[in-house]
């Protein structure tokens, strides 16, 4: 890891407070025309000794606006200092994590990963359109039937047709050949380009998509695609937990890659990360976006520089192996369910790097389901499937809890 360290609290403190004060301030300032302000001091309690120790909350009075893109061309210069915080942030993801190489990688903090898949989807529509002359009828966009809702959403508002490859039920993989055969129809009735949603583990089962299964049938059927990797939720897991992962940028098929740090990193809402190659996310500039000093490359306006310094802090508070240290821990407390299941007989789909268990609805009674909180796949109709989530608050104790009531049940 060339950029993610792990820093002192003080070092921590040192560094917000320096990129704070490179924020405007809006006591003294002479910028009359922006209409931003620190938060109302007449409502919210903005000052008091409770604030030095507390970073983030500082952040947040500061109010600091990282709107724009801060990985290509100008940003505006009253936020200087949480955009730097940004730029840090996307740098780790894209270098450290996702393998890119130096300077090869645009990317922001978006609202979330619906944001970010939707961005991706943007680019990929605008880019068929310029170099191709592309109608909106002749793309369209492939995932699984596992993929997040967030997709349909994209489709919906760029108007570009959705089709869902099934997979198999009990591993959760793509199904080959019915893809084969579903690019195969989609091309005979007029479809040429095609944006993949590859999942980096699904948010029902942690599954994830091979998206080089992908990349050799549209390879094949030589049409040119496009793939994201949606790892909203397994983006700070899976990488991690399997070394030999290739859903990094060193893989020529990938173009863009989603990652929430307000699922397993436990950020504030409204930290999604869209990552991308260079020379993609110029296929959405607003033109007219002329206020603003730099480009608008995001879907999202204004957006919170506090959030993007939440997430700086939590990646430099643990640094990587403090990281891996905890992903393991849940990795731990998954492989202990998971033996819990065995020993009962009970049938679930686990990947084996990911937190995620999903146990077959059949051997879960539905009050106990209600009880402990475990998601089913469907709240109408039939539903197979029932979630445990190892996250840092679900401990071997409550799982225990879960596992002697399913005994007796
Ligand atoms: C949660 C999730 C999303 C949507 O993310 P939001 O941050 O809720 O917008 C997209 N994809 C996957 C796989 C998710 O788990």
New binding site residues.
């Given amino acids: 890891m060339k950029y993610w360290k792990k820093y002192s609290k003080e070092k921590l403190i040192a560094r917000i407070d320096e990129a704070l004060a490179s924020t405007i301030d809006f006591q003294n300032s002479k910028h009359l025309g922006y209409p931003v302000s620190k938060l109302d001091e007449n409502v919210f309690n903005t000052s008091g000794a409770f604030l030095k120790d507390s970073p983030l909350l500082k952040s947040f009075i500061s109010n600091p606006n990282n709107i724009g893109c801060h990985t290509l061309g100008k940003s505006e210069p009253a936020f200087k200092g949480s955009q730097e915080l940004e730029k840090e942030v996307i740098k780790v993801l894209a270098v450290d994590i996702f393998k890119a190489k130096e300077n090869e990688y645009d990317g922001y903090i978006a609202t979330?990963?619906?944001?970010a898949?939707i961005q991706a989807l943007w680019i990929y529509r605008n880019l068929y359109k310029k170099e191709f002359n592309a109608t909106l009828d002749e793309m369209v966009i492939l995932s699984s039937i596992d993929t997040?809702y967030?997709v349909n959403k994209g489709s919906n508002l760029l108007s570009v047709d959705n089709v869902q490859i099934p997979v198999d039920f009990n591993t959760r993989e793509l199904i080959t050949e019915e893809l084969d055969q579903i690019v195969s129809n989609l091309i005979a009735n007029g479809k040429k380009y095609f944006m993949v949603i590859s999942?980096m583990?699904?948010?029902m089962f942690g599954s994830v998509d091979n998206p080089d299964v992908y990349a050799e049938i549209l390879t094949k059927h030589k049409v040119p695609f496009k793939i994201h990797v949606?790892g909203?939720?397994g983006g700070f897991i899976y990488p991690i937990s399997n070394r030999k992962s290739t859903i990094n940028f060193e893989n020529p098929n990938l173009s863009s890659i989603?990652i929430?740090a307000?699922?397993m990193l436990q950020a504030p809402y409204g930290t999604?990360v869209f990552l991308c190659r260079k020379n993609l996310i110029e296929n959405v500039l607003t033109k007219e976006a002329q206020y603003v000093d730099g480009m608008d490359l995001t879907i999202v306006g204004s957006r919170s520089g506090a959030n993007a310094i939440a997430v700086w802090m939590i990646l430099f508070s643990y640094g990587y192996y403090g990281w891996f240290e905890k992903i393991n821990t849940l990795l731990l407390r998954t492989e202990w369910f998971c033996n819990q299941l065995d020993d009962l007989g009970i049938e679930y789909y686990r990947n084996e790097f990911m937190n995620i268990v999903t146990l077959k609805s059949a051997y879960v009674p539905e009050d106990l389901a209600k009880k402990f909180g475990v998601v089913p796949q469907t709240h109408e109709g039939d539903n197979h499937w029932y979630k445990v989530i190892m996250m840092d608050h679900v401990e071997i104790d409550d799982l225990l809890k879960f596992i002697n009531e399913l005994k007796v049940s």
């Fill in positions: 979330g990963g619906t944001e898949n997040h967030s999942n583990a699904t948010t949606d909203a939720f989603t929430d307000h699922k999604g």
